[in-house]
């Protein structure tokens, strides 16, 4: 996976969305198990992505990179939300992709929309 360095935040960088659809569909299929029988299994399993991204939105809130208005654990949830659905609409129509799910993504995390667009730069 290759990564965009956020400019001005002190050698923080965001993963680069890149979206496949086994990987996609595999996931959500765990995502949506975790709220069943199995969640306890599939939450020890998911669980370190969880804390990897919550710890990533923490740095940057605590930098003024990110905002500040839902904890850091939330936030990285809703973030990682839009990817999936741009991920589903992507699968439906091919219009949208790895840009638009990064952008939005910065966007959900407080990002100005001038900032992300710029940080995304012509990346596909």
Known sequence: MSSIQLRGTRGMSLGKTVTATGSVTRYRVLLA???????EAIHSLLGPVDELLADLVKRGQDTDVFAQHLPAGILSQVAYGVVFAIADSDLSNGTLGARAATITSLLMLGVP????IALVGDQP
């Not at 198990?33 to 969640?39: T, V």
């Not at 929309?113 to 992300?116: C, G, L, P, Q, Y």
């Open 113 to 116: 929309e001038t900032h992300a």
């Open 33 to 39: 198990l975790r709220r069943g029988e199995y969640g």
